[in-house]
């Protein structure tokens, strides 16, 4: 199809972000970031009922999946804002990840590259059923990974909304320009009526053909056998005898 370019290019990105996203709930998942988790569930189903309106040509999909990216984008900024420790925002402080339900970190904090854990034994700072360490060696400090990947989000929800919007465009003209009653009437297009050879018309009868059959009761009956209300009337006499 010529339109295929624009609704092609438009899944590929999904699947790119469904793959994004996969990836990066794993890691939240392993880090105990339920926030995080929560939104990218929500991502997901978004990104798969696009593609799923992609390919049925369903323009209100593409509509809600634009409408969601600007969420997506507010969402991952404000990530890259927590750890930048942008304003107020601590993460000493704040553990709005967690929903303040524990004190885990990102998983990277402690798994990242170069990163070389030492536990600190018998320690008072560490609350119960806790234990503190000291994270050294890293390559790439867990706050720079985390950024990283939702800048990775924005940019790929950046390219995802101009293409939703330009294939809901196509859609939307598409339906405009489809008559779902009489086809494709706004193009001048018809439809060819079928021709029957077996049309009902009225027949007529001629005069002449109409005088050629005789009536019935003028018709010869050489066997005498005609019936009694068609048999001929007895003449009367000039006394008023009947003859037979």
């Known amino acids: ?5 624009g609704r092609c290019t438009l899944v590929g990105f999904c699947c790119l972000q469904l793959v994004a996203a996969l990836e990066r709930q794993i890691f939240d ?3 105990y970031q339920w926030a995080p988790i929560l939104a990218n569930f929500l ?6 009922l696009v593609i799923f309106g992609t390919i049925q040509y369903r ?5 809600m999946y634009a409408v969601w990216l600007v969420l997506w984008v507010g ?4 990530i890259i804002c927590f750890y930048l420790e942008v304003g107020r925002l601590s993460q000493d402080r704040d553990f709005i990840m967690t929903f303040n339900t524990s004190l885990h970190r990102s998983w990277w904090m402690e798994n990242g590259p170069g990163c070389l854990v030492t536990p600190v034994m018998n320690s008072n700072l560490a609350p119960e059923d806790h234990h503190v360490i000291t994270v050294s060696g890293c390559l790439l400090d867990y706050q720079y990974i985390e950024v ?3 800048a990775t989000q924005i940019f790929l929800a950046l390219f995802g909304f101009v293409y939703a919007c330009y294939v809901s465009k196509v859609f939307l003209e598409e339906e405009d320009s489809f008559d779902f009653i009489g086809g494709f009437d706004s193009y001048g297009y ?3 009526q079928k021709t029957s050879h077996l049309q009902h018309q009225p027949l007529y009868t001629t005069g002449a053909l109409a005088s050629e059959i005789p009536p019935v009761a003028h018709r010869e009956d050489p066997g005498n056998l005609l019936l009694p209300w068609i048999r001929p009337r007895p003449s009367v006499g000039a006394r008023g005898d009947r003859t037979p």
């Open 1 to 5: 199809m010529g339109r295929c370019n």
């Open 29 to 31: 998942f392993l880090g």
């Open 43 to 48: 991502h997901i189903m978004a990104v798969i």
């Open 59 to 63: 323009s209100k999909y593409l509509m």
């Open 75 to 78: 969402w991952n900024a404000f």
């Open 148 to 150: 990283v990947s939702s």
């Open 190 to 192: 018809q439809a060819p």
